[in-house]
């Protein structure tokens, strides 16, 4: 079955503590990216990742970090949590067919930082 | 599970109704428009897609209209059953990686 996973799926954390949220897939897409999602604002991208090693940001980047040292993982990087940073987050993949191939949406990760 | 928004447009409908969702969209050089569906606790699910090139298509009780003339997009779910309720969103793309995203609209069924 086609699946994305994140983790955790719930995390509260307090500022300034790092921490990392996974995601893995097991299509083997090349193409993955992270987003978050705020009221009133829809679905904006983070960072997206063309393929192992090849990353770049997304809209809002700012206070983040991937990595993509394999083809299934993306993991989101937060080094120094900020409140604003509060948020839904979901990881992505989508094949190589460019924008108009399906893209796969893990099931979010509820993120407070008090 | 987890809510998308406290302030998105709704739609309430009845069981066994039509329902149409409206999308303005922002790029007039957009040519590929894709609907999303987001259940409460899920990531956003691909319903339906359109080219720019066509200005309907149609699936499994799902049609898709594209007004290229307005920038307008609907989605049209005939027979609204109770698992169609949930949050939907457009988004549009032309011809780079990136999608952006409508802000939602929550569909609300009753019986």
């Known amino acids: 079955e086609a699946q994305v996973t994140q983790n955790p799926r719930y995390l509260i954390t307090v500022t300034g503590k790092k921490l990392t949220v996974t995601c893995s897939q097991n299509?083997?897409?090349?193409?993955m990216s992270w987003y978050r999602q705020d009221p009133g604002l829809g679905l904006r991208q983070i960072y997206y990742?063309?393929?192992?090693?090849?990353?770049d940001k997304g809209d809002v980047p700012e206070g983040y970090k991937v990595s993509r040292k394999e083809k299934r993982n993306f993991p989101l990087i937060l080094e120094s949590p900020s409140p604003n940073q509060t948020s839904l987050y979901f990881c992505a993949t989508r094949g190589k067919g460019g924008s108009t191939d399906t893209q796969y949406f893990g099931p979010g990760t509820r993120l407070t930082v008090l | 599970g987890e809510s998308v928004g406290l302030h998105l447009p709704t739609l309430s409908v009845q069981e066994g109704d039509n329902s149409i969702i409206n999308c303005a969209y922002s790029?007039?050089?957009?040519?590929?428009f894709i609907w999303y569906k987001q259940e409460s606790g899920k990531g956003p699910q691909f319903i339906i897609d359109?080219?720019?090139?066509?200005d309907k298509r149609q699936g499994q009780r799902v049609t898709v209209l594209l007004n290229k003339t307005v920038k307008h997009l609907s989605l049209q779910i005939a027979a609204t059953q109770p698992g169609d309720s949930a949050v939907y969103f457009c988004a549009e793309t032309y011809n780079t990686d990136k999608l952006i995203f409508g802000t939602g609209t929550r569909l609300q069924v009753f019986p």
């Open positions: 299509m083997n897409h090349e193409y």
């Open positions: 790029n007039s050089a957009s040519d590929y």
């Open positions: 359109i080219r720019s090139n066509m």
């Open positions: 990742s063309m393929n192992v090693e090849v990353t």
